[in-house]
């Protein structure tokens, strides 16, 4: 790792250095962005702002070209410490932030039993939020007017963690942003259905590979991913087997895309797979359009006819086309 930690002795050998960097740089995205004063630095320095049983100040040094910035670690504590990141001016735009992310990633959880590290930044800093995103640190919260900036409105903060799990073992996590159920779970012939319950992995797999969609199936993780990120998705389980889904990709306003509507071949021909799509639009009852691309297959064509989809081709009398590219 090309840039280490430094502790800071901020009442000791380090007073002069850290008045020198925050009186001597500008912070654009931070709420403090023209610095501070030196009185104000010797007032963070006395009232333990830099160094207490919280919060602890690092310097970061590159081992080829020194000190590059510096980062406090906040709610130590916690078990979600929070951190600022400073790197010098005349270093930034070169690739350092990946870097000094790890560093402090490394230290919190190499040195800390914290479960997870989280920082923000204002919406608008999309430098720092492309290095969250390179770092493999996942956006979890979206504060609307919630960072000040002076002399005009206040910008959103965003906010980024990194789980303890992640770090160790370099796999993202992730998080499914549309978690609430727009229905109950219901019961039907021993079939029950679920909204926004997310299946493991392995049930995935398990479900595509019954089907036969490999395609889907080569690529665990992003099929993992794709189903986690849709708008709705709707499961049905027999004595807790995942044996049918059904989901959907939607701009919430206008249009909403039917995908993936799988039922296991054991249990096809029941009325499950109407079931699902039924229930998967229940969230999306005043949507303009609804689409679905699906095989060429006259079993298919009927099935959906019969729930009031029209096809789309330049056979028939709508105007309208369908493409897909793959």
Aim: net charge negative; with cysteine.
């Amino acid at each position: 790792m090309s840039i280490t930690l430094k502790r800071i002795d901020p009442t000791g050998t380090d007073t002069d250095d850290l008045i020198e960097f925050f009186t001597t740089q500008q912070f654009p995205f931070h709420v403090d962005s023209e610095g501070y004063s030196s009185k104000t630095v010797r007032e963070r320095i006395e009232t333990g702002h830099f160094l207490n049983e919280e919060n602890e100040s690092f310097w970061l040094d590159h081992d080829r070209l020194g000190r590059v910035g510096f980062t406090r670690l906040e709610g130590l504590r916690d078990d979600t410490p929070m951190f600022d990141l400073r790197l010098s001016t005349r270093f930034r735009g070169q690739g350092l932030g990946v870097e000094a992310l790890g560093a402090i990633a490394h230290h919190l959880f190499s040195t800390t039993k914290a479960g997870r590290l989280e920082g923000q930044t204002r919406d608008d800093n999309h430098a720092m939020r492309t290095v969250f995103e390179r770092s493999g640190w996942t956006k979890e919260a979206h504060y609307r007017q919630a960072w000040p900036v002076s002399g005009e409105s206040p910008r959103d903060s965003v906010a980024y963690a990194i789980l303890r799990e992640e770090w160790s073992t370099g796999r993202e996590l992730g998080l499914q942003w549309h978690d609430r159920p727009h229905f109950r779970e219901h019961t039907r012939s021993n079939i029950t259905f679920t909204s926004n319950v997310m299946p493991s992995l392995e049930e995935l797999l398990t479900l595509y590979g019954a089907v036969g969609w490999s395609a889907y199936t080569t690529d665990p993780l992003r099929l993992q991913r794709s189903v986690r990120e849709s708008a709705h998705i709707v499961c049905a389980w027999n004595n807790g087997a995942l044996i049918g889904s059904a989901r959907i990709v939607s701009d919430f306003g206008t249009l909403v895309y039917l995908q993936d509507v799988l039922v296991d071949p054991q249990f096809q021909r029941r009325g499950i797979g109407t079931e699902l799509i039924s229930r998967v639009l229940v969230p999306f009852a005043d949507i303009r359009q609804t689409v679905l691309l699906t095989d060429a297959d006259p079993r298919l064509t009927d099935f959906y006819t019969a729930l009031n989809f029209r096809e789309v081709s330049p056979r028939s009398a709508s105007p309208l086309r369908a493409f897909i590219r793959n």
